[in-house]
């Protein structure tokens, strides 16, 4: 079975401290794909990164940060100095490498509030 | 920079009403998905859809769902008669290929069934 979990339905942090939203998936496929999503209070889903089952190198992108850890199953995301803009929800999914064309399966999400 | 636009942003209907929810993929994808969200929960998949053919499909998209590239533009969801438990946010998305390369979402169309 294909599943993510995301454990942390809310969390809520003091603008400029650095958080992170852990995500645990569980897949017997070799190859797959796993994402982050964030929606906003708008409500629309957008895409933050991608990341294949076979680079398990760490990627940083300005204030976020992602470690992948297939040893764990794990593909955590952290905000570094964290900013009221950054309140929204953010999920984590997976999806499998071809066939299905790639149907992503989404974990519960965490909430997110930062206070300034 | 492209997007998929979604219309009506808003829908109310009534229990048992067919309704269709319009979508505009960014234009030179090539596979479209449609997800629900349910509000406060997670995001689901319904259905996948490429050369005018559905891919594949979850246990949620029964027989009162379909879907229809009716043009080269548009891709619609169509529920047949509408229930309560139908009342969720639905999400179109496309990607330029299959294979789990990104999926670009629209902005949502929150359905609500009275």
């Known amino acids: 079975a294909q599943k993510v979990t995301q454990a942390q339905t809310e969390i809520s942090v003091v603008e400029k401290e650095d958080v992170t939203l852990d995500c645990v998936y569980e897949?017997?496929?070799?190859?797959?794909?796993l994402f982050w999503y964030k929606q906003p209070p708008s409500g629309e889903l957008v895409f933050l990164i991608r990341?294949?089952?076979?680079?398990?190198q760490n990627e940083i992108s300005g204030r976020y940060s992602w470690n992948f850890q297939k040893s764990t199953s794990s593909f955590n995301f952290t905000i570094t100095a964290s900013q009221v803009v950054d309140s929204a929800v953010y999920f984590c999914?997976?999806?499998?490498?071809?066939?299905?064309?790639?149907?992503?399966?989404f974990g519960k999400g965490t909430k997110l509030s930062v206070k300034p | 920079e492209p997007e998929v636009t979604q219309t009506p942003s808003h829908q109310v209907t009534q229990m048992g009403q067919e309704v269709i929810l319009r979508c505009v993929p960014i234009?030179?994808?090539?596979?479209f998905y449609w997800y629900r969200q349910i509000l406060g929960q997670k995001v689901e998949f319904l259905v996948s859809?490429?050369?005018?053919?559905?891919?594949?499909k979850s246990e949620i998209f029964d027989d009162q769902f379909s879907v229809e590239r009716p043009d080269g533009s548009n891709f619609t969801l169509k529920i047949r008669s509408t229930k309560l438990e139908d009342s969720a946010m639905y999400f179109c998305?496309?990607?330029?290929?299959?294979?789990?390369?990104?999926?670009?979402f629209g902005p949502g169309t929150r359905l609500t069934v009275t």
């Open positions: 999914a997976l999806s499998p490498y071809g066939g299905s064309q790639g149907n992503l399966i």
């Open positions: 897949t017997r496929d070799t190859t797959y794909y």
């Open positions: 859809f490429y050369n005018n053919e559905i891919s594949e």
């Open positions: 998305a496309s990607s330029e290929e299959g294979g789990s390369l990104v999926q670009y």
């Open positions: 990341r294949n089952s076979f680079d398990e």
């Open positions: 234009s030179n994808h090539l596979y």
